[in-house]
């Protein structure tokens, strides 16, 4: 008869603690407290496995915890120091960081389910905008953690900025500037942030009695250049072209200053602009973007870290955490 094959996962669950611990306990059992080793190894023998207590030996039935990070899509380059950060994270913690690029939606879910079962995940990080539902299914899998976008209604620990306020501080950075004729490029309302910094650009607007014309609100599918750039030209075209623009991505920023070139535009004397995320080629421009820096990089590895917290103790209850954002001052909106 085959001699059935003892698992992490089947060593996890008669101890009651996560795989990720179990793993920690095999090789770095210097970390972990000596009643959850004791618990691990009262596990290892009940199930007829021999303990192990040098680490070359622990890889004959350990393998490295697996995070599973879902982003929307690969093109947005905003996304790269967000996995770069959980990734470092991750290392350190003696895991694998798996990417998976998808919406999470009624059409899709059970796919993302299926995968963590498949690869036994450890713990999950979102970066999608997902109904409480879903969040609620992935929840009876694994651990999660909310980055970036995060359902507000869901009670689940996120990692993220407040998009509403630093939308609002830039918008009034730019009245400051004497911009009364302002724009808004925005990106797709099914995402947080979208809403919440259209919020905070009107909150700033109508303190400061600044009419808005509705048609230079311009909302997205996408973060896209060459549709931000279309609907710029669109606006500048115009009878009436505004003196500042407010988007929600660098990529549009870009759009901005290539547009205004094709009118003769200079900026930021006839036309001021300000960016969002900081990402790294808007220092690169002529003239270099002012922009919201959005701490990426902390947002990915503080979802890390806070996701392996959970995964190591179970009974805790996280706390979510919001993270400053900055605005970052350069040529689109400092006249010489």
């Given at each position: 008869m085959k001699k059935e094959k003892i698992t992490v996962s089947k060593i996890a669950e008669l101890a009651g603690v996560s795989p990720a611990t179990v793993s920690r306990v095999l090789n770095h059992r210097s970390i972990v407290k000596e009643s959850t080793i004791r618990q691990v190894e009262d596990a290892m023998s009940n199930l007829g496995y021999p303990l192990m207590r040098e680490r070359e030996n622990a890889y004959a039935i350990s393998h490295q915890p697996l995070i599973v990070l879902n982003i929307p899509g690969i093109?947005?380059?905003?996304?790269?120091?967000?996995?770069?950060?959980?990734?470092?994270?991750?290392?350190?913690?003696?895991?694998?960081?798996?990417i998976h690029e998808s919406p999470l939606d009624r059409g899709s879910i059970r796919d993302f389910c299926n995968l963590l079962m498949r690869v036994e995940a450890a713990g999950t990080i979102i970066l999608n905008y997902v109904a409480e539902e879903l969040l609620d299914q992935i929840r009876g899998i694994v651990p999660l953690v909310q980055c970036c976008e995060y359902n507000e209604e869901a009670d689940y620990?996120?990692?993220?900025?407040?998009?509403?306020?630093?939308?609002?501080?830039a918008t009034e950075y730019l009245i400051s500037r004497g911009c009364r004729k302002?724009?808004?490029?925005?990106?797709?309302?099914?995402?947080?942030?979208?809403?919440?910094?259209?919020?905070?650009?009107?909150?700033?607007?109508?303190?400061?009695?600044?009419?808005?014309?509705?048609n230079w609100l311009i909302q997205l599918p996408e973060i896209n250049y060459e549709m931000a750039y279309a609907a710029i030209c669109r606006i500048?075209?115009?009878?009436?072209?505004?003196?500042?623009f407010f988007v929600i991505s660098d990529i549009f920023a870009a759009a901005v200053i290539r547009a205004a070139k094709r009118f003769n535009l200079n900026i930021p004397h006839d036309i001021m602009v300000v960016g969002f995320d900081n990402i790294e080629f808007s220092m690169m421009t002529t003239p270099s973007i002012t922009t919201v820096n959005q701490p990426s990089f902390q947002q990915g590895y503080s979802a890390s870290e806070l996701l392996l917290e959970m995964v190591e103790n179970p009974t805790l209850t996280p706390k979510s955490l919001l993270l400053d954002a900055e605005l970052i001052v350069r040529e689109s909106t400092m006249k010489l």
């Open positions: 093109e947005n380059v905003f996304y790269q120091d967000v996995i770069r950060g959980a990734r470092v994270s991750a290392k350190a913690h003696g895991c694998h960081l798996l620990p996120y990692v993220s900025i407040d998009d509403y306020a630093a939308a609002e501080n302002l724009a808004m490029i925005n990106g797709p309302q099914s995402f947080k942030y979208a809403r919440k910094r259209q919020e905070g650009f009107l909150s700033a607007v109508n303190k400061a009695d600044i009419f808005v014309p509705q500048l075209n115009s009878e009436t072209r505004p003196n500042a």
